[in-house]
């Protein structure tokens, strides 16, 4: 199978192809770049120079290019611009910016501050929760790959939606992220000498995450709500967590939620669910397509905390994005993305 990448010099097309390089199914990966294409693989991506060097090329040769499938990982906003025009029966798409996941067009102008894609594509377009919409990416032909918060998100507080064991307008959800979140070109707010050593938060109640988590939860368990979302930027290189807080709507035990959450997870190789109160911590899924969660009952106050982990550039971005394929292509889903997290 031949795959090819778009924005393969991000964060996002890196891993990308560190994963598709060590696919057993995939033979070929073009590599595409918008800013350096003509140049050597091993002068711009040096710590994956052994794997096989090539020269970067150019967006225009990909719809002669043969490929099965391509991923776009380019900044939201350009794969409105690029992917139209390489739809086509016979090519896969994931792309991993937030484009095509907004299915109505006002949402999107409203949060993302730009004209979204043709309609008609961003309705055929399947939101790529894999857990949660296995059964449309198996017929998918362009996929939109979910956000990193959003999918560290809701894969902890789905299935208590589901369940109703919750109230969703109580729902609050504090995310905190490391730096690779925001891509590999340095901003202000991620130079080194004003991320390091602090604790930001930013794009308060702004964030484009927002309206996307709110129609998953309505797409997923029929809840139409609007939901608090902050996000904090956390000096360190990779890694999501994500505290949510919720108003029981009964009293539960504490059995019964861990009894929701294996229904739902206990088949799903990237879901760990911990037992109630483990100390999480992002490094370990470090590396890995692993979503860990664990929760809390609180009797006192009738609330629970929830509470779940993943490593943005894998779950978030590319790891989630080869499960996708591996879905699509009805291979294997852990095909590709066998590591283990890395620890410490
Ligand atoms: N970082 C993360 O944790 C996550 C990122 N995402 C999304 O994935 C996408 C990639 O993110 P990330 O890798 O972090 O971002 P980066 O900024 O690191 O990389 C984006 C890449 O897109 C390419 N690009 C820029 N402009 C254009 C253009 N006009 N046409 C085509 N390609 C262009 C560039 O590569 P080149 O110059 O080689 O073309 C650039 O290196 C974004 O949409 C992001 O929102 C989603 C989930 C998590
Ligand atoms: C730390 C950090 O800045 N993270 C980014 C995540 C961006 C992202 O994933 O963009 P999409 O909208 O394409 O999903 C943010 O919060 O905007």
Known sequence: MRAGIIGVTGYGGMELFRLLSAHTEITEVLLYSSSRAGKELSEEIQHLSHVQDQELRSMKELPSDGLDIVFSSAPSGISTEILPSLVDENLKIIDLAGDYRIKDADTYRAWYK????????????????????????????????????????????????????????????????????????????????????????????????????????????????????????????????????????????????????????DSEYFVRVHREKANLFTKQVYGSNFCDVTFAVDERTNRITVVSCIDNLLKGAAGQAVQNMNVMFGMEETKGLEASPMFP
């Open 114 to 265: 730009k004209e979204p894609p043709p309609q008609t594509l961003v309705n055929d377009a399947v939101y790529g929760l894999t857990e949660w919409k296995r059964e449309e990416v198996q017929n998918g032909k362009l996929i939109a790959n979910p956000g990193c918060f959003p999918t560290a998100a809701l894969i902890g507080i789905l299935p208590l939606l589901k369940e109703k064991v919750i109230h969703p307008a109580s729902l609050v959800i504090d995310a905190k992220s490391g730096i690779s979140g925001a891509g590999a070109t340095p901003g202000k707010g991620t130079h080194f000498t004003q991320a390091n050593d602090s604790l930001s938060i930013y794009k308060i109640h702004q964030h484009q995450h927002t309206p996307e988590i709110e129609q998953t939860i309505q797409t997923c368990t029929g809840s139409e709500t609007k939901i608090t979302f902050h996000t904090h930027l956390v000096p360190m290189t990779r890694g999501i967590m994500t505290t949510m807080y919720a108003e029981l709507t009964d009293s539960v035990t504490s059995e019964s939620i861990k009894e929701i959450f294996d229904s739902y997870y």
